[in-house]
């Protein structure tokens, strides 16, 4: 799963799996095997090189650890080292440690780390994959109480209930759920948490509390009339709508477990705790010691008042109330979403919320032929009776269990998520992207140069037009990590050189995940899914032809550098395009790329006062980069840490920061409602806008 070989600039690790790698610099080196055992956490390979001095890239803060002492987060400013010490990145790929035998120093450099040594020493480069696979599988009777059974064992993959369960590579993926005449846990046990949660004997309601199950520990027991969790023998009930009640503790916990953290392995400054310091009496340092019944019990006599601001979620799933549906639940619990069961739906109605300039475009003959379909402009922007309005979420990911297409959110499939579990050792780490064109009004947005700006992955691009049938398919057929389809679909599936290929008869295809960027390609779309696709976007309108290029495009440059389906389209619905028109089929945390933050980030610019601009800044959790991770805005002085998610901070950026730590990166900035680059726009063009 881990490799290391040798490369100019250093000794490169990669992930096969999750299809990812990371150069440690420290120029020519001969890696060989090593131990893992030296290493205080578990690692999955190591290797030893030789070398007088190393660099980190994108590494901007670590942790340092001596043999027998504690973990200290360093984030600016020098460190010498005189024995042997451990090295933790924080934001790499996958996990990446450093032992350091000899004397050495430790300084900041351009956006990374280095390492210098007074000659050539010996270091032990060790790593671990992120990719986890579920323990077993647990049957079940197909009734509320069997799968709560099964559900109460969801916190089997539980790596620890120690507060530290609130960093991601603590949590395991919950055991699979498949359906049986008697009940079978598969040799899993639960944690003895002597937590439990009642609730009535409904699938919604096991269904709604299944997260906050797997993250507490807590067994699931149904029957009961009012809903309540029962921690160190008191009964704490989850009043009004259990959905939103249960999202709110999942938050509440969360968010409180990351505070007391900091009285553990990770003794770092944390800004939620000084928030929540202000707003209330805590007491992380008792709290860390407890067992987790009586900690779970502090934490739910905690107001709500003071965390129910702190904390950002990333994911809502609602769940259609079927037995059916059970099998999906490991699946959305293992991304921590929050799950709402019944689904419910809007009154808007099915009509798309279109801006005004696309509405206006749609009711004028010029839009004849400029739309990506031939089909009349009377009916170029409806949409089928198939398509769901579900109820807006706080949440910017969002996904559908459910009959129909939903707007606005994701449409997600049990094999689809399968597929990443079953993901398989790639032969390399190349990350290929296949370019399809078939209309040549639209070349200009399947631009090359839009993928592959990371210098340290590996880029292979394929550029096809104007394909027939037979070569479409055969494209189809080949194994490719991303799709970028411009050009017509049509009823009668998607438009080539000699007539139209309906993807609902493929057999199978190689591509993992893709962009339908045509009129109405839902459907394709979840036919490319169920030939054995992971997830892509497709549209579930009409589009016209410019503002799919342009949504096409910055698709493309966000998927390239690490945002996941989810995020990507968050930040198109920020802007005055697309905001219901693009949705995800199949799974929408999928990502083509590496992020070289950690967990991708947005800056959007709320005002200028006087030579500065207000701006938020955002970060976006993925697969890789899961909700608990921390991170440390580097446009911010001091050694502040944030849990990653969602809005972090307001800053008053100044042009000498920006040039300093933004103007060589290409990162997102959403400048009066469009997506800009910061690599190619001038801190002048912020500050003297009108």
């Given at each position: 799963?881990?490799?290391?070989?040798?490369?100019?600039?250093?000794?490169?690790?990669?992930?096969?799996?999750?299809?990812?790698?990371?150069?440690?610099?420290?120029?020519?080196?001969?890696?060989?095997?090593a131990s893992t055992d030296p290493f205080p956490v578990p690692v999955d390979d190591a290797a030893r090189i030789r070398t007088g001095r190393l660099y980190l890239p994108t590494v901007v803060d670590y942790h340092l650890r001596e043999e027998a002492g504690a973990r200290q987060l360093v984030v600016d400013g020098e460190q010498s080292v005189t024995g042997p010490t451990f090295l933790e990145a924080t934001n790499t790929p996958m996990k990446l440690y450093l032992r350091i035998d000899g004397a050495a120093t430790i300084a900041e450099g351009e956006h990374g780390t280095r390492v210098s040594f007074d000659g050539e020493s010996t270091v032990v480069v060790g790593a671990r994959s992120l990719h986890q696979r579920p323990a077993g599988t647990v049957t079940v009777p197909r009734t509320p109480a069997g799968v709560a059974r099964g559900v109460s064992l969801f916190s089997s993959a539980l790596k620890t209930t120690s507060p530290e369960r609130s960093f991601p590579t603590l949590r395991g993926h919950p055991p699979l759920l498949e359906f049986g005449d008697a009940f079978d846990a598969d040799g899993l046990d639960r944690p003895e948490t002597g937590i439990e949660i009642h609730v009535p004997d409904e699938y919604s309601s096991v269904f709604t509390v299944a997260p906050l199950s797997y993250y507490l520990g807590a067994a699931v027991r149904t029957g009961a009339e009012t809903p309540r969790i029962v921690a160190d023998g008191e009964s704490f009930p989850l009043d009004g709508d259990l959905s939103a009640a249960a999202a709110d503790t999942l938050r509440h916990c969360f968010l409180l477990d990351c505070v007391t953290r900091t009285e553990g392995l990770y003794p770092v400054d944390l800004h939620e705790r000084e928030v929540l310091a202000e707003r209330a009496s805590i007491a992380p340092e008792r709290w860390y010691g407890m067992p987790v019944d009586r900690r779970?019990?502090?934490?739910?006599?905690?107001?709500?008042?003071?965390?129910?601001?702190?904390?950002?979620?990333?994911?809502?799933?609602?769940?259609?109330?079927?037995v059916r549906n059970a099998e999906i639940l490991p699946f959305v619990v293992d991304d921590l979403a929050v799950v709402r069961s019944p689904t419910p739906l809007s009154d808007r109605g099915n009509a798309p919320t279109e801006p005004d300039e696309l509405e206006e475009f749609f009711r004028t003959d010029d839009a004849r032929g400029l739309l990506r379909s031939t089909r009349t402009t009377q009916n170029a922007d409806s949409v089928d009776e198939s398509v769901r309005s579900p109820v807006d979420t706080e949440t910017y990911g969002h996904v559908w269990v459910g009959e129909g297409f939903p707007m606005g959110a994701s449409k997600p499939t049990v094999d689809?998520?399968?597929?990443?579990?079953?993901?398989?050792?790639?032969?390399?780490?190349?990350?290929?992207?296949?370019?399809?064109?078939?209309?040549?009004?639209?070349?200009?947005?399947?631009?090359?140069?839009?993928?592959?700006?990371?210098?340290?992955?590996?880029?292979?691009?394929?550029?096809?037009?104007?394909?027939?049938?037979?070569?479409?398919?055969?494209?189809?057929?080949?194994?490719?990590?991303?799709?970028?389809?411009?050009?017509?679909?049509?009823?009668?599936?998607?438009?080539?050189?000699?007539?139209?290929?309906?993807?609902?008869?493929?057999?199978?295809?190689g591509v993992e995940a893709f962009l339908l960027n045509g009129c109405t390609s839902y459907e394709q779309g979840q036919a490319l899914v169920d030939a054995g696709a992971f997830g892509g976007v497709v549209t579930l309108t009409s589009v016209s032809n410019a503002k799919a290029t342009e949504t096409g495009?910055?698709?493309?440059?966000?998927?390239?550098?690490?945002?996941?389906?989810?995020?990507?389209?968050?930040?198109?619905?920020?802007?005055?395009?697309?905001?219901?028109?693009?949705?995800?089929?199949?799974?929408?945390?999928?990502?083509?790329?590496?992020?070289?933050?950690g967990t991708p980030l947005l800056l959007e610019v709320e005002e200028v006062v006087g030579e500065q601009a207000r701006v938020t800044y955002r970060t976006y959790p993925t697969s890789r980069y899961q909700v608990g991770a921390m991170t440390h805005p580097y446009v911010e002085e001091g050694a502040t840490q944030y849990v990653s998610v969602g809005d972090i901070e307001e800053y008053l950026l100044s042009a000498e920061t920006y040039e300093e730590e933004l103007a060589e990166q290409r990162t997102p900035i959403v400048v009066d409602g469009e997506l800009r680059w910061t690599n190619s726009l001038r801190f002048e063009s912020i500050t003297d806008r009108p």
């Open positions: 799963m881990i490799e290391f070989e040798a490369v100019d600039r250093g000794l490169r690790v990669v992930d096969t799996v999750e299809e990812v790698e990371y150069v440690v610099e420290a120029g020519p080196v001969d890696p060989g095997p779970t019990a502090a934490y739910l006599s905690v107001p709500r008042s003071a965390t129910d601001d702190l904390l950002e979620w990333h994911l809502t799933a609602d769940i259609e109330p079927a689809a998520y399968r597929r990443r579990l079953d993901r398989q050792p790639a032969d390399d780490s190349t990350t290929t992207v296949t370019l399809v064109c078939n209309d040549e009004e639209m070349l200009e947005e399947v631009d090359e140069e839009l993928y592959g700006f990371l210098d340290m992955l590996r880029f292979e691009i394929r550029s096809h037009h104007d394909l027939t049938t037979a070569e479409l398919r055969e494209v189809l057929r080949e194994e490719t990590s991303f799709l970028h389809y411009v050009g017509h679909v049509e009823d009668e599936g998607v438009q080539c050189a000699d007539g139209h290929l309906d993807l609902r008869t493929l057999s199978g295809t495009r910055h698709l493309a440059r966000l998927l390239d550098i690490g945002f996941d389906f989810h995020g990507a389209l968050d930040v198109i619905r920020r802007m005055r395009i697309s905001r219901q028109n693009y949705v995800v089929v199949g799974d929408g945390r999928v990502t083509i790329s590496q992020s070289e933050t």
